[in-house]
């Protein structure tokens, strides 16, 4: 018998068996005890030209995993591995992470964890330098990908003066310049503006197009992730395989299952199962939004439930609490926010959005005053509940405003979970009783009881974002203000988190939130507001504003994906439906499938 080599164009460039990891939680006496094991026995596989989608509720160990690919896990961060782990040839557990880097490239889930220079091309030549490749290759590496994420022009910037979804497409430009044959992407997209998400998904056809580089995406939104994906593997809670195969066979055959397990399907897969329940007899599943317009093109069709109002009432101006007057800041040497005026009234549910840049992280940090501008470089004001945000005191501002980071590290400032959520009402002299109280409330809402102790920095992506909701709210501030609250999110703690967000609302409390995430906006704001290079574009109703697409493309920004199946549809009845609340649910499974039923 001859001796089988592997075969290197076919031969998985990741595979796992049985990989259980085990974080060390530090104690005290400088021990450390083994957390619970996450993921715990996993086997998978990614071979050349494939995408692998790997799904999971929060904290199930995705991430974790991800890590243990090019062996940070457990060589940077401790934890105990079992199982065996082969990424790009070689042996993990036998080779030290640099030795990876020439064939296992990753994007980090925070993409400010991996910065390490001082602009933006040296970032992205960094890693090719380190391998040692020739200068005139590294420059053109480095200028290829930065072309294809749309950051060339800035390439002579400092990293940390870009926007949250500049960072994003800076480090997935990083992990294209090394060329390594494996990338592990996790959350690539959370941050990116619909354009980015676009470009990002016709990145990844093109880079595993040649059949020789495959792909491990962790990735929450699946609208856009289903049309590259090959395979998917779905994590349960635990943390154990619930179910894998090619993409159409998981979440079309298996969607009701995956919903059960707080797993996203595609939005228009989730519509289809309300239909489906309200006795409209779509088989099979769609997957897309253009699947699901022949789906119901092809079935007579119950009128639907149309509950939004398509405009929004003139804002009253003695119920103004935020009011932002010709607003002019120059940040970095550039005019970010451009003359702009608006009014937020008590009871709004605002969704900012627009493009990457476009000033709305800024923006929303004016209003809540965790941004103090300097004078010279603003010009015009802000006042919130009254309040001048930049000047107040802190203990006024937090009772008037919260407001939760795009990144949840940024703002937490103790060693313990519960302590986080202490510390706003303690600095306000809230009477201890009542911290415990509020304390304890959010904990239990958030799911975060059994981690109380846990430093905020040893939480998954999702349980931090939680934390950080958390950490706003206990304040119970008249405004709150979000920069993508849902993002790193599984699709059930999205839904619990957006319900909170309108019981909030509902009970009197003034909600912006920025999001990148239309489907989210169409779902649940009352009203939207359009920035696009620093200038408000667009002001209305989420029913008018998200379907214009003149609005959308000066904003940069996409119809969101059951406006598009709807408005191609041939019964124009139907064409006002942007909401899965406006689809007919006569009968709803027992899933809870969407958190806007009306
Ligand atoms: N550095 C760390 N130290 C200790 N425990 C950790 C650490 N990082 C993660 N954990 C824990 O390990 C488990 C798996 O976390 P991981 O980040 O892999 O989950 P995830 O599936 O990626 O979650 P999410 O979707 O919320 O990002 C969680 O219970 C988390 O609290
Ligand atoms: N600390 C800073 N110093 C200088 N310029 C900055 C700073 N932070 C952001 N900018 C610049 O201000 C502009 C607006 O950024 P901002 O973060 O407000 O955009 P955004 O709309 O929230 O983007 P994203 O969707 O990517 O989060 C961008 O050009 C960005 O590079």
């Not at 990424?87 to 020439?102: I, N, S």
């Not at 010009?379 to 509940?385: I, K, P």
Request: some cysteine; glycine content about 10%; charged content about 25%.
């Amino acid at each position: 018998m001859r001796f089988a080599y592997p075969d290197p164009v076919t031969s998985p460039l990741l595979e796992l068996r049985g990989l259980r990891v085990r974080h060390h939680l530090p104690l005290d006496d400088g021990g450390h005890r083994l957390g619970d094991p996450a993921p715990d026995g996993v086997d998978l596989a990614v071979r050349p030209g494939e995408v692998v989608l790997l799904l999971g509720p929060s904290g199930c160990g995705k991430s974790t995993l991800a890590l243990a690919t090019n062996g940070l896990v457990p060589h940077v961060v401790d934890a105990d591995v079992t199982g065996t782990l082969t990424a790009g040839g070689h042996d993990v557990a036998a080779t030290r992470p640099p030795l990876l880097a020439a064939d296992v490239a990753m994007v980090f889930q925070d993409p400010d964890a991996q910065v390490v220079t001082g602009s933006v091309l040296d970032e992205v030549c960094f890693a090719p330098e380190n391998l040692r490749r020739p200068p005139a290759e590294v420059l053109a590496r480095a200028e290829g990908a930065l072309r294809q994420v749309g950051l060339w022009e800035r390439r002579g910037d400092d990293p940390a003066l870009l926007s949250g979804g500049g960072r994003q497409r800076l480090a997935l430009a990083c992990a294209l310049a090394v060329g390594a044959r494996l990338l592990v992407l996790d959350e690539p997209t959370a941050n990116l503006d619909p354009d980015g998400v676009e470009q990002f998904y016709a990145t990844l056809r093109s880079v595993t197009a040649s059949g020789e580089r495959g792909v491990l995406l962790v990735e929450h939104d699946l609208d856009a992730a289903v049309e590259a994906a090959d395979r998917v593997v779905v994590l349960d809670a635990a943390g154990r395989v619930a179910t894998s195969g090619p993409v159409r066979e998981v979440l079309a055959g298996r969607a009701e299952e995956l919903a059960e397990l707080g797993v996203w399907l595609p939005t228009t897969t989730l519509a289809a199962l309300r239909l489906r329940a309200a006795g409209v007899p779509i088989d099979p599943l769609p997957l897309t939004p253009a699947e699901l317009t022949g789906a119901l093109d092809a079935v007579s069709l119950p009128a639907p439930v149309a509950v939004q109002e398509p405009d929004v009432p003139p804002v009253d101006r003695r119920d103004v609490v935020v009011s932002v007057d010709h607003l002019t800041v120059r940040r970095g040497g550039r005019t970010v926010l451009d003359d702009v005026s608006l009014d937020v009234a008590r009871g709004d549910l605002l969704a900012l959005v627009g493009a990457n840049g476009a000033g709305k992280t800024t923006l929303a940090q004016l209003v809540a005053g965790v941004l103090r501008p300097r004078r010279r470089a603003v010009a015009g004001s802000v006042r919130v509940g009254g309040l001048d945000p930049w000047r107040a005191d802190v203990r006024d501002l937090t009772a008037a405003v919260g407001f939760v980071f795009q990144n949840p590290e940024h703002q937490f400032v103790t060693g313990r979970v519960d302590d986080e959520l202490a510390h706003g009402l303690r600095l306000r002299g809230v009477p201890d009783g009542e911290v415990v109280a509020r304390v304890d409330d959010v904990l239990d809402r958030f799911g975060l009881g059994a981690l109380r102790d846990r430093h905020p920095f040893w939480l998954s992506g999702g349980q931090k974002r939680r934390l950080s909701v958390g950490t706003a709210i206990v304040c119970r501030p008249d405004v709150l203000v979000l920069d993508e609250p849902t993002y790193g999110q599984d699709r059930e703690r999205a839904v619990e988190l957006l319900d909170l967000l309108t019981t909030l609302h509902d009970d009197g409390t003034t909600v912006v939130v920025v999001s990148h995430d239309m489907q989210l906006v169409a779902e649940h704001a009352t009203r939207v507001v359009a920035l696009a290079g620093g200038r408000v574009v667009a002001d209305g109703s989420p029913a008018v504003l998200l379907r214009d697409d003149a609005v959308l493309a000066a904003a940069g920004l996409r119809t969101p994906p059951l406006a598009r199946a709807t408005g191609a549809l041939r019964d124009p009845a139907w064409h006002a439906v942007t909401r899965l609340a406006d689809l007919p649910a006569a009968r709803l499974p027992a899933v809870h499938l969407a958190g806007a039923d009306a």
